[in-house]
C-alpha cells in the first residue's frame, strides 16, 4: 500500500525559504517519478516539480524554476522541496504525488496515481 505524507508547511514571509518533505511507503523510488503539485482556493492544481523516476532527471513548473529544487534521498524514501525566494503567490497547499504513466507528461497531474493530504504553505507580506 503506497503512502505519502507531506511535512514541513507553514507560515512565512515573502522571501524566505521552506523546506516541504514528503515521507513515501509502499513506493519504490526506481520505478517511480515523484512530484509536488500545489493548489491555491479557488485555482486549479498547479504543477511545481518532479523527479523523474529513470535517469533522475528533474522538472520545474515556470513560476517555480530558479527557485524551487526538488531532491530525493532514496535511503530514507523520502523527496524534499526547497523552496526559496517565497513569494505571495506561493500561497497553496501542496502535494506530494508518485506515478509513472508513460502516456501521460510528468507535469500532468494524470501522470501520477498516488497522493498526499497536503500541506498549507502561507507566504505573507
Known amino acids: 500500500q503506497v503512502q ?3 511535512s514541513g508547511g507553514g507560515l512565512v514571509q515573502a522571501g524566505d525559504s521552506l523546506r516541504l518533505s514528503c515521507a ?6 526506481g520505478s517511480y517519478s515523484m512530484g509536488w503539485f500545489r493548489q491555491a482556493p479557488g485555482k486549479e492544481r498547479e504543477f511545481v516539480a518532479a523527479f523523474k523516476w529513470s535517469g533522475g532527471a528533474r522538472y520545474y513548473g515556470d513560476s517555480v524554476r530558479g527557485r524551487f529544487t526538488i531532491s530525493r534521498d532514496t535511503a530514507k524514501n523520502t523527496v524534499s522541496l526547497q523552496m526559496t525566494s517565497l513569494k505571495l503567490e ?4 501542496y502535494y506530494c ?3 509513472h504513466d508513460s502516456w501521460r507528461s510528468i507535469d500532468s497531474a494524470d501522470y501520477y496515481a498516488y497522493w498526499g493530504q497536503g500541506t498549507q504553505v502561507t507566504v505573507s507580506s
Request: net charge negative; no cysteine.
Open 4 to 6: 505519502l505524507v507531506e
Open 24 to 29: 513515501a511507503s509502499g513506493v519504490f523510488f
Open 90 to 93: 506561493d500561497t497553496a497547499v
Open 97 to 99: 504525488s508518485a506515478g
